[in-house]
């Protein structure tokens, strides 16, 4: 069973129209809503694949209740920790006719101490007989970043792989608590590092402990190195530029991550090429947390080339 863990959730909703004109009134169908965040995307992605997932996350407020509904409506296998802070929101808007997407996310208000505390304790407790762990997603404001390398630490204590997808310090902490996999965007990495080329900065988080870093490079596709052989990399990328909805793209290429960890594979050249695969399969799908019928045959496209990074260098 793979366990996803996400700190900061989010009741998603997502209007698409013919085009966005800004500064104008749009009259629009109803929003598609449904519970969000990133480890509910990820969740959903390897459930459909037929993997045993569990997806923890917090819930509060109105919102909050409102998400609970409607991820039992999902029949997505979860559990949910009861905090006071309302579950924040996001609105996605889709404009057709220039293949763009708005996003507005709210950032999320903090959970109390014992909040964090319970929220930590549910998923430990779900990491006895777990395959993966995969924590995903942004923090609250004035969060505590040791959540995220405390569940790091937990994982390695059961003997369960660790997949890390988030931002800012709690990204350089998950690496230092040595990370299985940490899967970070261009922007991410340069935020976090202040390094702009990706391949130095997914080097320099290996120095600090992780086991594996993936980058997505958005329409170039993505590029991996490993502790274990730190002087090769691993590009993968699809032929073709796809135009649809990126919004989960990520979320698909960790739950590709995940679900390969979960079944054993330590091949770097087949999970990169998996994970653009799904990543690519994400963007032709109206929302996140879905991938095209046809993945396994758009992941047969993938180009993948190892080389040493020195070339690169």
């Known amino acids: 069973m793979i366990v996803t863990v996400t700190p900061n959730p989010a009741l998603d909703h997502t209007y698409t129209l013919p085009a966005l004109e800004p500064g104008q009134t749009h009259r629009v169908r109803a929003a598609t809503t449904r519970s969000g965040g990133k480890g509910l995307n990820v969740a959903r992605v390897l459930h459909d694949q037929g993997h045993r997932v569990i997806a923890v996350a917090p819930a509060g407020g109105n919102s909050g209740e409102e998400f609970a509904v409607r991820l039992r409506g999902d029949g997505l296998p979860h559990e949910l920790v009861p905090v006071l802070a309302p579950t924040r929101r996001s609105v996605a808007i889709v404009d057709v006719e220039h293949n763009l997407t708005t996003i507005l996310n709210e950032a999320g208000d903090n959970h109390t101490e014992s909040e964090w505390q319970e929220l930590t304790r549910v998923a430990a407790r779900a990491l006895t007989g777990s395959t993966c762990l995969v924590v995903s997603g942004s923090l609250p ?173």
Not at 208 to 219: E, H, I, K, R, T
Not at 222 to 229: H, R
């Open 141 to 313: 404001a004035e969060a505590d970043d040791r959540f995220f390398p405390d569940l790091v630490a937990r994982s390695k204590f059961h003997g369960v792989p660790s997949v890390i997808d988030t931002s800012g310090p709690a990204l350089l902490a998950s690496a230092k608590a040595g990370a299985t996999v940490l899967k970070p965007n261009r922007q991410e990495l340069s935020d976090a590092l202040g390094e702009l080329d990706p391949v130095r900065g997914a080097q320099a988080l290996i120095g600090m402990g992780a086991g594996m870093v993936v980058v997505s490079l958005g329409d170039q596709g993505m590029l991996l190195i490993t502790s274990e052989a730190p002087g090769l990399l691993w590009r993968a990328r699809l032929p073709r530029v796809l135009m649809g909805n990126p919004t989960g793209a990520g979320d698909a290429a960790v739950a590709a991550i995940a679900g390969s960890l979960s079944d054993g594979a330590t091949d770097p050249a087949k999970i990169i090429r998996l994970a653009t695969g799904w990543s690519a399969a994400a963007v032709l799908m109206p929302l996140a947390g879905e991938i095209r019928l046809d993945h396994a045959a758009i992941s047969a496209e993938i180009l993948v080339e190892q080389h040493p990074i020195e070339r690169h260098l």
